[in-house]
């Protein structure tokens, strides 16, 4: 079994042939929570799109748990263990909360498996919302279940693409608090943001990427304390 729940060596993607990522390298480790950093339009959604295999990646190498998995298909990353919330969320519209949980639902064989119950226990909101349709949904609500619905499948990794984005502030520390607790109950998780200070917050690791590139990796105190990063490539 390897050390690294994922390691990327090298990455590179392409839109037509306009070079997007070029030579990522980063590496997650069990139980991390590692925040990919950046402004806008740095690379993080390329970087997590082509690590999940719904774009085509350039050249390199994506490992989940030591196992080559750069150029596989999306649903064989997925079925190997890595589940990817994408940035526009994609809540089933015309099923219920309780279905778009079910429809996901994958034994992890590990004894520890993601319930109904369980989400409902880690998300609370989404309890009392069970027959709701996905599309009746707040922006906030359907934040949780994508989030719930991505455990369902008992991911080896979670990652998560600008969760925070587009909500307003009270449910953006609802989402933090939640995704905190799930970094603390062992969840492996790799989060995009753009909103530094949501980071700092719930990660325990940051990788900050500028122009397709990783410039800064380092703990989320280290970060913290770095003021010549934080103004160079974050904007604060
Ligand atoms: N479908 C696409 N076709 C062409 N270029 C794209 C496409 N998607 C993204 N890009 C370009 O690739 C670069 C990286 O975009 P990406 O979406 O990965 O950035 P990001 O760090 O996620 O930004 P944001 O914080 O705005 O979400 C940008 O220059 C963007 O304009
Ligand atoms: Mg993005």
Not at 139 to 148: K, N, P, Y
Not at 168 to 185: D, F, G, H, T, Y
Request: aromatic letters at 6%; glycine letters at 10%; charged letters at 20%.
């Amino acid at each position: 079994m390897s050390e690294q729940v994922l390691s990327v060596a090298g990455l590179t993607a392409f839109y037509g042939t306009s070079q997007v990522l070029f030579g990522v390298d980063f590496e997650v480790k069990p139980g991390q929570c590692m925040a990919l950093l950046g402004r806008n339009g740095a690379g993080k959604s390329t970087t997590m799109k082509a690590i999940a295999g719904v774009i085509p990646s350039g050249a390199g190498s994506v490992k989940l748990e030591g196992r080559e998995i750069r150029g596989e298909k999306s649903y064989k990353i997925a079925r190997a263990g890595l589940a990817f919330v994408p940035e526009d969320r994609q809540v089933f519209p015309e099923h219920t909360v309780e279905d778009n949980l079910l429809l996901a639902a994958k034994s992890g064989g590990q004894g520890n498996d993601w319930t109904l119950a369980r989400i409902y226990e880690a998300f609370p909101l989404l309890a009392p919302l069970k027959t709701r349709l996905g599309r009746q949904l707040s922006g906030g609500e359907q934040q949780m279940l994508v989030i719930g619905r991505a455990l369902m499948g008992n991911p080896r990794l979670l990652l998560l693409d600008e969760p925070s984005e587009g909500l307003a502030p009270v449910i953006v520390q609802q989402i933090a608090a939640r995704i905190k607790e799930l970094r603390r109950s062992g969840t492996t998780i790799l989060l995009a943001e753009q909103n530094m200070h949501f980071c700092l917050h719930i990660a325990t690791h940051v990788a900050v990427i500028d122009r397709g590139r990783i410039v800064y990796t380092d703990t989320t105190d280290g970060l913290r304390a770095n003021e010549d990063i934080k103004t160079r490539y974050l904007s604060v």
